[in-house]
């Protein structure tokens, strides 16, 4: 994709990899309006970013979704760019009782929001030009994390929501592309410095190059084998990558 004179929208842009992805395209001469719930910080990454706006959504509620479209598309009429990043990731136990408000939380916020948002702009999206659609799905789409298995199984569904939507968007004039991440040290799960995880400003820069390569799939080479993942190794594989993490967890804060 092109990556200057767009006019971007970004759902979760107050913090992590939204606020690094929007701050990098903004200094790239891109319109940027980052969203999320938290005002101040809306508030805090605009200051820092002459140029750059904000609204407030919450992506768990499908009137603001509407009525958040429906704004962007009169306040900014070049729209051409939707970046689908918010997202919530809670631990839970797929063997025991999983609570239903944080799985039900999980799923509204991780699936139904990026289908949602991208329902409520795709007509506005189809008469631009070089409109994008971007998914942030995971790593964890290919192989799931067994302590995280509702935000694994989201995941996997982004994945496939984007493979058919990029399928049915063919010759419409609307890219849809996934990034998707490995374990990156935000907020997410708890910002530790855990050596596994990668650093916020290395991902950002190797995501940047790779929407602009022009890519469906973005993702960084080490994680290869495990986007490589599903054939008919997978259980065993599957196996291998959640004995690893248990047998060395990956730390969930104080
Ligand atoms: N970090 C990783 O290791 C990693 C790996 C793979 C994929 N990802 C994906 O990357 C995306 C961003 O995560 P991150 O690592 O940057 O974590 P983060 O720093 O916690 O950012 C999450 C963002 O999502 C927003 N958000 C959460 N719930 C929302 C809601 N109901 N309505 C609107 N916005 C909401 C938050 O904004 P407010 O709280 O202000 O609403 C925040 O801006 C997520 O989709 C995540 O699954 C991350």
């Known amino acids: 994709m092109k990556t200057s004179g767009n006019t971007i929208f970004i759902t979760g842009g107050t913090s992590g990899i939204g606020r690094g992805i929007a701050e990098a395209f903004h200094k790239l001469g891109n319109q940027v309006i980052i969203s999320g719930r938290r005002k101040a910080l809306l508030d805090e990454v605009t200051k820092a970013n002459p140029g750059m706006r904000s609204v407030e959504l919450d992506i768990q509620d499908p009137q603001q979704i509407k009525a958040v479209a429906a704004q962007l598309v009169k306040d900014f009429p070049t729209l051409n760019v939707l970046f689908n990043n918010a997202g919530i990731m809670p ?61 694994s199984a989201t995941k996997a569904a982004i994945h496939s929501y984007a493979l058919s939507q990029r399928f049915m968007l063919a010759g419409s004039g609307v890219r849809v592309v996934e990034i998707s991440p490995p374990w990156v040290d935000t907020d997410l799960i708890y910002k530790s410095g855990d050596s596994r995880a990668m650093p916020l400003p290395d991902f950002v820069a190797a995501t940047m190059q790779g929407l602009a390569a022009g890519k469906d799939e973005v993702y960084v080479d080490a994680i290869q084998a495990l986007r490589d993942n599903p054939g008919s190794g997978e259980h065993g594989f599957v196996n291998a990558f959640n004995q690893s993490l248990k047998d060395n967890p990956i730390p969930v804060g104080h």
Request: cysteine-free; aromatic content about 4%.
């Open 91 to 151: 631990f839970d136990d797929a063997a025991g009782a999983i609570d239903d408000d944080t799985a039900v939380a999980t799923v509204t916020t991780n699936l139904l929001g990026p289908v949602r948002m991208t329902s409520a702009l795709l007509p506005h999206l189809k008469t631009q030009q070089d409109a994008v659609v971007i998914h942030n799905s995971s790593v964890l789409a290919f192989v799931p994390l067994a302590s995280t298995a509702v935000y």
